[in-house]
């Protein structure tokens, strides 16, 4: 290589160059310290190509700083300012061991994207809680590097102990009284078939001196009894003795366990909040030289999300305010009170499950219905110290009127709440994973001049009332993408297929059987032999995905307006009784139902990415090994970079197909248009037909007239009373509503095309869908909040009527 000749370009301190070329489209380099420190950056190879064949490696250095003054992502920007980056939102679904997947995805999308609201539940709130801090510490410049280092966070859980478990594995270390429930769940969880389940869950039962005294003695005297036999000659009675000793051992090793369970395994494991592990725990083992130790869930993730941030364990952790009030995308100085009501830089949101009152809460406004407290001591068993001590450091107001306990804080505001303590009340998987106890008042038990007592509120996993929220951050007509990260189980489908477009003849509700041309992947074939453990690839590539990558067979994602079939899952051909299928599969049902519906929505379906998972990943398999994460992060880098690049107008090439990539996100905007319009437009006519009929139905009764309820002359009692200075608002736009729905209606009348959704042609005409809106059609409903955040209570006032219009 020749020496580096002199030049004006001021050369950076340190630049690595790492060429990557996969079927001659994409090349990447990773710069530090060009001016501000840079991040890894994508440039398309047809942009540079032409330069680098005329430069040796030096003069390449010098060219490509001179030209963007330090290599940028698709002209990208300087990582502290962002500016350049596109904005996006992401949610991410839940599970535990499967959310491997994220990191890569995550660092994928922010090659490109700056992420303005994240959210997630279970596994997918722990992930929403790490991009938030990298965004954070990318905006500030505290670390502008941080998503480099979650796109290595997969591959770091994949770290063996010296005992052969991974890192991912002691994330979920046990309590001291709880480690024979892990030694006795893990196997069940873990591969393998049946039989090797099975013989592992009985040694690990006959290692306890418990099952293996009372089935030795029972196998003695099955021996003695068959010797004996034998001897007097009776081999017949002999063979059925020996058959019921072995039967007697099974229900002896059965008794024994049910004994064990009820009077000891389950009595610690209800005395441990209801947990294998609270998650804070952390293994005995170090790591090797240079790699950091092997810690629990919380712990792990409080480190994790300080680094990512910039900040050090000694640090503030990092919260929900300190996100709202990060720097903007544009640039700006960083708001020194963050303010709830305001527009909020990064935005974060997870969901819980409130099993005590069977309902969602949505974190960080978790105080609907009522005011939640929490033991202290409750904190230092689920969180690091240094997060406990914030927690009741930055404690919120104690209500006068509820018991005194000098034991008990209330929860800090939502600005104030650590997003660790967020991600670790929406991850408690059942059983595994301890349920959070908090409190609050129990009006019902108030005595008349008693203080109201605190009775314990208990949260589980987020994945139980709401484990895939897409309904977060939407709007009528989205500013910016919101990408969705979907998991397909191995039992499950997502069909990647080619059915008419929705605006063309021959396409309804119900699209399916229209189907013209079905690609043949992995994923839309439940429990199809390539998604088996035996078909995993010795390793997997850690370059970027490329088109004709067998990677692209476990990846979905709708085209365009194209209508995707409703997914199945396959229960009824899984080998076997199919007990636990169909089990499993009820239990799906119940608890998914309402996010499947919004899975084939308009507007919805195609941002979302589907992952397939392979029979040995995801849900509690804690113990797998390297390889199984780096196949994991492989699909999650290629999901990440689909999403990310066929919603990105300036990307000319689609990674998958390698053939030119038509962005989406015009046409997405305008199904949300159609959508939000033709909803607007039933919800209308819903409102004058119901107006008209509740006052001639109030009528006949003798009540009074929604009018003059309005106007203060009700002549029943009535709540939330319309105050004096609002009535001739509230009558008048009142008015203006009904008559905006009537003149709608006329026009329709008039002229059938006048009219957002056209009405479904009768059975037997030729279908047409000209004028429909897209199906399935959307309805808007009235739903309470989950939370009491004040931007969801509220909107902002648009601009006055001359303002903000565009020809």
């Known amino acids: 290589m020749q020496q580096q000749q002199k030049s004006n370009v001021r050369t950076p301190e340190k630049f690595t160059r790492h060429v990557t070329i996969s079927e001659g489209i994409w090349i990447s380099y990773s710069s530090h310290n060009c001016g501000e420190r840079a991040s890894h950056r994508l440039w398309k190879i047809n942009k540079v190509l032409a330069m680098i064949q005329s430069l040796n490696a030096s003069r390449e250095l010098e060219q490509i700083n001179s030209a963007k003054g330090c290599v940028m992502a698709q002209e990208g920007t300087d990582a502290k300012k962002s500016t350049g980056l596109l904005e996006c939102d992401i949610v991410m679904a839940g599970g535990v061991t499967s959310g491997i997947i994220y990191p ?20 997918g709130a722990i992930a929403a809680a790490v991009t938030a801090a990298a965004e954070y510490g990318r905006r500030t410049g505290g670390h502008s590097t941080a998503f480099d280092e979650v796109g290595r966070l997969s591959k770091s859980l994949g770290d063996v102990a010296g005992d052969g478990h991974s890192r991912l594995f002691h994330l979920f270390t046990p309590e001291e009284a709880t480690k024979p429930l892990l030694s006795l769940v893990t196997p069940i969880f873990g591969g393998g078939g049946a039989l090797k389940k099975a013989l592992t869950v009985i040694n690990v039962t006959l290692a306890a001196w418990q099952f293996a005294l009372p089935v030795a003695i029972v196998a003695l005297a099955g021996i003695y009894l068959v010797s004996f036999l034998l001897s007097e000659g009776h081999p017949v009675i002999a063979m059925i003795a020996i058959a019921a000793s072995f039967a007697l051992i099974a229900v002896t090793w059965l008794v024994a366990l049910i004994l064990i369970l009820r009077n000891r395994w389950l009595v610690s494991w209800r005395d441990n909040y209801y947990g294998i592990c609270t998650g804070s725990r952390s293994g005995t083992l170090e790591a090797e030289a240079g790699k950091l130790r092997f810690e629990g869930l919380t712990p792990w993730m409080h480190r994790t999300v300080q680094a990512a941030a910039g900040r050090g364990l000694d640090d503030s952790p990092l919260t929900f305010g300190d996100l709202w009030s990060a720097p903007l995308v544009q640039g700006g100085a960083s708001r020194q009170n963050p303010d709830p009501s305001a527009p909020r830089s990064i935005e974060l949101a997870m969901i819980a499950s409130d099993i005590s009152r069977n309902r969602t809460a949505q974190i960080p406004f978790l105080e609907t219905p009522s005011p939640l407290y929490v033991e202290k ?27 005194q306990r000098d034991d008990v804080i209330r929860l800090p505001l939502p600005q104030d ?12 998987f059942p059983v595994l994973l301890a349920s959070m106890p908090l409190m609050t008042p129990d009006f019902a038990k108030a005595s008349k001049g008693e203080p109201v007592p605190l009775r314990r509120v208990w949260f589980c996993d987020g994945g139980l009332t709401s484990n895939f929220p897409i309904h977060f951050f939407d709007s009528p007509i989205p500013s910016r993408p919101t990408f969705c990260l979907n998991l397909i189980d191995f039992d499950a489908e997502a069909p990647n297929v080619h059915t008419p477009e929705t605006d063309t003849p021959e396409t309804d509700n119900e699209g399916q059987d229209k189907v013209a041309d079905e690609v043949s992947k992995p994923i839309a074939k439940p429990r199809a032999s390539e998604r088996t453990a035996a078909n995993r690839p010795d390793a997997a590539s850690a370059r970027d995905p490329g088109p004709g990558d067998k990677v692209w067979g476990f990846i979905s994602m709708s085209k365009g307006n194209r209508i995707t079939p409703i997914p199945f899952t396959a229960f009824d051909i899984a080998p076997g009784s199919g007990l636990m299928a169909f089990l499993k599969t009820l239990l799906n049902t119940a608890r ?13 379906r195609e941002r979302i990415v589907n992952v397939a998972l392979r029979d040995d990943e995801g849900g509690l398999n804690l113990d797998m090994t390297s390889e199984m994460i780096a196949d994991l992060d492989l699909r999650g880098r290629a999901a990440g970079l689909l999403i990310a690049t066929r919603f990105d107008s300036s990307a000319t090439t689609d990674p998958e197909t390698g053939s030119h990539n ?29 107006r008209r009929k509740s006052d001639a139905a109030a009528s006949a009764r003798k009540e009074t007239l929604l009018n003059r309820m309005i106007m203060g002359k009700a002549k029943e009692k009535i709540g939330y009373p319309a105050p004096a200075a609002a009535r001739p608002f509230y009558r008048q736009t009142t008015d203006d509503f009904e008559q905006l729905a009537l003149q709608m209606a006329k026009a329709t009348r008039e002229n059938p095309h006048a009219t957002f959704d056209a009405p479904r042609p009768p059975a037997g005409a030729p279908k047409t869908v000209a004028g429909m809106a897209p199906r399935p059609k959307m309805r808007l409903r009235l739903r309470p909040l989950a939370d009491n955040d004040p931007r969801d209570e509220t909107a902002e006032l648009p601009p006055g009527p001359s303002a903000g219009k565009f020809g």
């Open 377 to 403: 001591a409750v904190l230092h068993d689920f969180l690091p110290g240094s997060v406990a001590k914030w927690m009741v450091a930055h404690a919120g107001t104690y209500d006068r009127r509820i018991e």
């Open 417 to 428: 709440l650590p997003i660790v303590f967020g991600a670790r009340l929406s991850l408690s």
């Open 104 to 123: 890569g995805a995550v660092a994928m999308i922010a090659r490109r994207y700056s992420f303005r609201s994240i959210g997630g539940t279970s596994v």
């Open 592 to 604: 998914f139902w309402s996010d499947n519906q919004m899975l084939i929505a308009p507007g919805v």
């Open 662 to 690: 038509q962005p989406i996100f015009a046409n997405h905007r305008w199904i949300r248009f159609r959508n939000f319009m033709a909803a607007f437009e039933d919800l209308s006519r819903r409102f004058a037909l119901s």
